[in-house]
Nanobody, 126 residues
Framework: VQLQASGGGLVQAGGSLRLSCAASGSTFSSYVMGWFRQTPGKEREFVSTISRNGGRADYGDSVKDRFTISRDNTKNTVYLQMKSLKPEDTAVYYC????????????????????WGQGTLVTVSS
């Protein structure tokens, strides 16, 4: 499956952005989807994941209650709505797809994902 992330940009602290990740080439609903982020010199960080039918989602502690993941299987797209953004949210955000039946322990680890998008840069100014 090919993934194309978009929606990044420059935003002031406290602002909002919505990232999108469009999938093509395979059955989107067969994949658990995830968002990860990375800044230079740091390890890739788990941000959020959503189950195949969208019924279950989970978040990293640093974004819980501020970010919301969703998906539209009719549009083969997963979204990440980000609000109350902080300068420490600045990173390249990547969407990823994992061929899996459900969210499990391995879903939180990027190395277990099968496909990755190219990343979209989010910059939050103070």
């Amino acid at each position: 499956v090919q993934l194309q992330a978009s929606g990044g940009g420059l935003v002031q602290a406290g602002g909002s952005l919505r990232l999108s990740c469009a999938a093509s080439g395979s059955t989107f609903s067969s994949y658990v989807m995830g968002w990860f982020r990375q800044t230079p010199g740091k390890e890739r960080e788990f941000v959020s994941t959503i189950s195949r039918n969208g019924g279950r989602a989970d978040y990293g502690d640093s974004v819980k209650d501020r970010f919301t993941i969703s998906r539209d299987n009719t549009k083969n797209t997963v979204y990440l709505q980000m609000k109350s953004l902080k300068p420490e949210d600045t990173a390249v955000y990547y969407c990823a797809a994992k061929f899996s039946t459900y969210i499990e322990r391995r879903t939180y680890i990027g190395a277990n994902y099968d496909y990755w998008g190219q990343g979209t840069l989010v910059t939050v100014s103070s």
